[in-house]
């Protein structure tokens, strides 16, 4: 769950002007009281291992009045909507707003609104993690792998692997494989822990 102060210091780093832009978006966010935290390629760092990411991704909570207000506060720090990519992806606009700001022009920002008990869940059990001295709100470890699950790209594989496999991290298997139940995830889970301990059952095993 999110708290008011960091509780935990992953092992990674992201480019400053990158780190910048996501410090001063989620600030902007938590004024306007609007739950969110960050998942996406640029968490894995935080529970998996660091790699290069095209764009930030938000996940937030959000009615048509605090969407409203999220656009208009973010635009008055010169975080504006990416009116061009919305125009391109006409279908993608209930679910993601992608924004740009000149301070940070190589790294898109994805505002994606929750659409699911999940991604309520998602945002409730989010937590507070420190990052080169500025404190973040970071997707937990067992949210994002079933993100990634439901997504199912070619590299979310290989993500939730690495998290999966992370000595650091004693995820919360029962709260994982409740979830895998409810979303009808449980083959794709159960093969990554049989690809992160080869054939011999373990800790990764559904409960009985």
Same mark, same amino acid.
């Given at each position: 769950?999110?708290?008011?102060?960091?509780?935990?210091?992953?092992?990674?780093? =992201?480019? @400053?002007?990158?780190?910048?832009?996501?410090?001063?978006?989620?600030? /902007?966010?938590?004024?306007?009281?609007?739950?969110?935290? =960050?998942?996406?390629? *640029?968490? &894995?760092? *935080?529970?998996?291992?660091?790699?290069?990411?095209?764009?930030?991704?938000?996940?937030?909570?959000?009615?048509?009045? @605090?969407?409203?207000?999220?656009?208009?506060? &973010?635009?008055? @720090?010169?975080?504006?909507?990416?009116?061009?990519? =919305?125009?391109?992806?006409?279908?993608?606009?209930? $679910?993601?707003?992608?924004?740009?700001?000149? @301070?940070?022009? #190589? +790294?898109?920002?994805?505002?994606? +609104?929750?659409? #699911?008990?999940?991604?309520?869940?998602?945002?409730?059990?989010?937590?507070?993690?420190?990052?080169?001295? &500025?404190?973040?709100?970071?997707?937990?470890?067992?949210?994002? /792998? %079933?993100?990634?699950?439901?997504?199912? $790209?070619?590299? #979310?594989?290989?993500?939730?692997? *690495?998290?999966?496999?992370?000595?650091? &991290?004693?995820?919360? %298997?029962? +709260?994982?494989?409740?979830?895998?139940? $409810?979303?009808? =995830?449980?083959?794709?889970?159960? +093969?990554?822990?049989?690809?992160?301990?080869?054939?011999?059952?373990?800790?990764?095993?559904?409960?009985?």
């Amino acid at each position: 769950m999110d708290t008011d102060e960091p509780s935990l210091k992953p092992n990674w780093s =992201l480019p @400053s002007d990158l780190l910048s832009f996501l410090a001063n978006a989620q600030t /902007i966010l938590s004024k306007a009281s609007i739950p969110h935290c =960050l998942i996406g390629g *640029a968490a &894995l760092g *935080a529970w998996g291992r660091p790699r290069a990411t095209n764009d930030l991704d938000l996940l937030v909570l959000v009615d048509d009045e @605090s969407r409203t207000r999220l656009i208009t506060q &973010l635009s008055l @720090s010169d975080i504006r909507v990416n009116q061009r990519w =919305l125009d391109a992806n006409p279908m993608a606009k209930a $679910r993601v707003t992608r924004f740009a700001a000149p @301070s940070c022009p #190589d +790294y898109p920002l994805d505002i994606i +609104y929750a659409a #699911d008990r999940h991604e309520h869940e998602t945002l409730a059990r989010a937590q507070r993690v420190l990052l080169q001295g &500025l404190s973040l709100t970071v997707v937990s470890p067992e949210d994002l /792998i %079933l993100l990634k699950l439901k997504a199912s $790209r070619p590299t #979310d594989f290989d993500d939730v692997l *690495a998290i999966v496999k992370n000595p650091r &991290l004693q995820l919360d %298997l029962a +709260y994982l494989w409740d979830w895998v139940d $409810r979303l009808g =995830l449980q083959g794709e889970l159960q +093969y990554v822990f049989q690809a992160a301990t080869g054939e011999e059952h373990g800790s990764g095993q559904q409960p009985p």
